[in-house]
């Protein structure tokens, strides 16, 4: 009797810790920290106020009228010369307990100590981060140096859109998943190139957000790893074999009308190129870009209105919709399951100073959980961290944006000041004349690595640097990502 007694004080034991278990992976929650009855008060450092209760705030609040925010707003920060120094100064100053954050800051601030360390909350409170993209935990754990920082609601990489009416009309097969740049650049210089400047249909077009004509170089170049600087941009990289094989093969597609030449971009910054739109007016069979066109043309892809045959806009000013399909950005053969185009623009971090660590983890956890995401997943313009949201508001398969992961890579933090936009006219001017035929393919790439190194020298001697980047932070802001 004694011996049954005991088993089953042991059975029942067990029961609880499952049970417990259980409760702690499938209950747990911002609810289990958040006591209702005790009035709390947030701060956090985002971009403005009314954009973080757009976006963040009022879900929360309306869930939890408790918790109450103040918003320190980082504009100022985000649009400095230092913006990495600048939120430093500003965490100093005003002790948020939530920081959001660009990844260059979230690297520098994990590596200085300044973040809380978030895989011990992950696991205590049960949070599933196997239902967040692996790609988007990866990135920001490898700039974490291993560790969990931060999470980011959302994340933006590119793919390739293609116009199914073109490929069926010049009997071209369809794109497909993981094609290499070079098949791709293979595809393009299938279709026709006959017909003037304002009817000719083009085999790949720029990017909305290409600025100049070396981008797509660039853009081939990373896919193999390859940076055009080395990390701390004392040195020009373009001595590999590979970058004269890239500049001949994309310099050619420009010499046969059959990759559409983008015209550079006056002013600086960031802007939509005149000529970027040649997708959408169904003018090009292929484009890359990320997943803001689809909702930059109203997330059923419609487009302004456009015959095939001659490029002409209809008279009538209806709307047609682009035939698209959409298969996963260009990779190269070594690295096929991987894209270098992988952009983290908002990443929710918690002050290591912070005295409410828990209730930081709290919202943080609500705003990366299933329900923040399904609310979000109906007006947010970037794609969705959160797994399950792989087809957006409007019904459209985003598949295909999932299924790359980031490829790792050196990358150029700060530049010397002035030299992008040096180089920038120097890569135009070279690339115009051999597109033009005036100087051979392989005499521009030479001019190109000879006056790029002398421009790099030259803006070195000052000792003046401005701070790169992806541009995920502005246009994830600009797309209400």
């Known amino acids: 009797m004694t011996q049954k007694l005991g088993r089953g004080i042991i059975y029942c034991l067990l029961l609880v810790i499952v049970l417990a278990g259980c409760s702690s992976k499938n209950g747990g929650g911002p609810s289990n920290v958040i006591d209702p009855d005790k009035p709390v008060t947030l701060k956090v450092a985002y971009i403005n106020e009314q954009m973080f209760y757009q976006s963040y705030g009022n879900v929360f609040s309306a869930k939890y009228p408790n918790v109450q925010f103040e918003v320190i707003s980082t504009m100022e920060t985000a649009m400095s010369e230092d913006p990495t120094q600048a939120m430093i100064d500003l965490i100093d100053e005003s002790q948020p307990d939530i920081v959001m954050l660009t990844m260059p800051q979230y690297e520098t601030l994990a590596a200085d100590g300044r973040l809380y360390e978030l895989d011990s909350m992950v696991t205590q409170s049960g949070f599933e981060l196997e239902q967040m993209v692996e ?25 390739l859109y293609y116009n ?13 998943d993981f094609m290499t740049w070079e098949e791709v650049l293979k595809l393009a210089a299938r279709f026709p190139t006959d017909g003037d400047a304002d009817t000719r249909i083009y085999g790949l077009a720029s990017s909305m957000f290409a600025q100049d004509a070396f981008q797509l170089i660039k853009d081939i170049a990373a896919a193999k790893g390859l940076n055009y600087l080395n990390a701390d941009a004392t040195e020009l990289t373009m001595s590999e074999p590979e970058w004269k094989e890239i500049f001949r093969e994309v310099v050619g597609g420009y010499q046969e009308k059959t990759i559409h030449q983008p015209v550079p971009q ?43 045959t001659s490029g002409s806009s209809t008279s009538s000013g209806q709307q047609e919709e682009v035939n698209r399909g959409v298969v996963t950005a260009p990779v190269d053969a070594a690295t096929p399951d991987m894209t270098s185009a992988y952009t983290v623009s908002q ?4 002050n290591a100073s912070s005295p409410q660590t828990d209730m930081a983890w709290a919202f943080i956890q609500y705003v ?14 970037d794609l969705q961290s959160r797994l399950g949201y792989e087809t ?39 690339i115009s004349a051999a597109a033009s035929g005036s100087k051979s393919v392989d005499e521009a790439f030479e001019a190109i690595v000879s006056r790029g190194t002398e421009a790099l020298a030259e803006a070195n001697l000052s000792g003046e640097k401005e701070q790169g980047g ?9 797309f209400g990502g």
């Open 135 to 159: 790609g988007v935990v990866q990135l920001l754990r490898d700039a974490g140096g291993g560790k969990l920082y931060g999470l980011s609601p959302t994340f933006n990489t590119n793919a």
């Open 164 to 176: 199914k009416d073109l490929f069926t009309k010049y009997g071209i097969p369809e794109p497909t």
């Open 266 to 308: 006056q002013g600086g910054g960031m802007s939509f190129s005149s000529d970027s739109m040649l997708f959408n007016d169904g003018r090009a069979a292929m484009v890359v870009d990320n997943s803001s066109m689809i909702n930059f043309m109203g997330g059923g892809m419609a487009v302004r209105a456009v015959t095939a």
């Open 347 to 350: 990443i929710f971090a918690i």
């Open 368 to 381: 990366h959980g299933d329900e923040a995401a399904k609310i979000r997943s109906n007006t947010a313009m």
């Open 392 to 430: 957006n508001a409007s019904g459209t398969n985003l598949e295909p944006f999932y299924k790359l992961k980031p490829l790792p890579m050196e990358t150029t933090r700060w530049y010397p000041k002035g030299f992008r936009s040096s180089f920038v006219t120097i890569t135009n001017e070279e």
């Open 470 to 478: 992806d541009g995920g932070f502005a246009q994830g802001f600009i």
